[in-house]
């Protein structure tokens, strides 16, 4: 398979990236009308960024409350798991975990940081429970009280 070689971006690939991470669901020809291409000109930029990776996928961002995930909680993880394979199997068993919305590895006094979304706390005690069946020798557990900004915007 032939590698792809990113080339450099310029300011009408920055614009388009800015504008499509704000408002994605535009057309193609409003698009190309707001960084003065052509149609099949910003089409193919688009494709050409998508294809370089710079554009990972879109998607529509839902609202958890409107659908019954009351709780946004942060649990913090650490485990004496050392053996790569045995790693590998964690980290893929984390992975398939629909309730985890995002997990990092972590340097410090944890090894994974979870961004997890629960209906309510019975199913957070079932997902602890969930976590404590992989090995996990520390769990803390952190409830979002109030989302003061959320943003999915990267400042370019």
Do not use: W
């Not at 032939?2 to 669901?25: F, G, H, P, T, W």
């Not at 958890?64 to 893929?92: P, W």
């Not at 398939?96 to 940081?113: K, N, R, S, V």
């Amino acid at each position: 398979m032939e590698e792809i070689k990113n080339k450099a971006l310029d300011s009408v690939d920055l614009q388009l990236l800015d504008i499509l991470q704000r408002e994605v669901q535009l057309s193609n020809a409003e698009l190309a009308r707001r960084v003065n291409l052509s149609p099949p000109a910003t089409h193919t930029r688009v494709k050409r960024l998508e294809n370089e990776g710079y554009i990972d996928q879109q998607v529509a961002i839902l609202n958890q409350e409107k659908l019954g995930f009351d709780l946004l909680c942060y649990v913090f993880m650490s485990t004496n798991i050392h053996q790569a394979k045995e790693l590998e199997e964690l980290e893929n068993s984390l992975k398939t975990m629909t309730e985890i919305l995002e997990c990092h590895c972590l340097t410090g006094a944890y090894d994974y940081l979870l961004k997890v979304v629960i209906r309510d706390r019975k199913e957070l005690d079932l997902f602890i429970r969930k976590l404590n069946k992989l090995g996990i020798s520390r769990i803390q557990t952190n409830l979002s009280l109030r989302e003061i900004k959320s943003s999915t915007i990267l400042p370019i």
